[in-house]
């Protein structure tokens, strides 16, 4: 098991940007998948975006072009670069390693989108 830690969450206007970090208490390289998550009130926890150990990147239709998933495997970290924030990307945002059945999990990161 890796320990996460997010940070870099908060509060931002419509259409703004922010940029959550992933900090691994391990190394990360042979990782195979790491990736986002996210809840929002009522809602399941949905995949945001993953990146795998080879350099493959997959997203969730909702935030295609909108966010960008970047892995440091020297620094054992996972980042995530969220632009024109809409008000449904408000959510607590879960930084994961392994994939989601059986994976580590951090403790999360509120992200709320408001004017």
């Known amino acids: 098991q890796v320990q996460l830690a997010e940070s870099g969450g908060g509060l931002v206007q419509p259409g703004g940007s922010l940029r959550l970090s992933c900090a691994a208490s391990?190394?990360?390289?042979?990782?195979?998948?790491m990736g986002w998550y996210r809840q929002a009130p009522g809602k399941q926890r949905e995949l945001v975006a993953v990146?795998?150990?080879?350099?493959?990147?997959n997203y969730a239709d909702s935030v295609k072009g909108r966010f960008t998933i970047s892995r440091d495997n020297a620094k054992n970290t996972v980042s995530l670069q969220m632009n024109s924030l809409k008000p449904e990307d408000t959510a607590v945002y879960y930084c994961?390693?392994?994939?989601?059945?059986?994976?580590?999990w951090g403790q999360g990161t509120q992200v709320t989108v408001s004017s």
């Open positions: 994961n390693a392994g994939g989601e059945l059986g994976g580590s």
């Open positions: 391990r190394s990360i390289l042979n990782i195979y998948v």
């Open positions: 990146n795998t150990s080879g350099g493959s990147t």
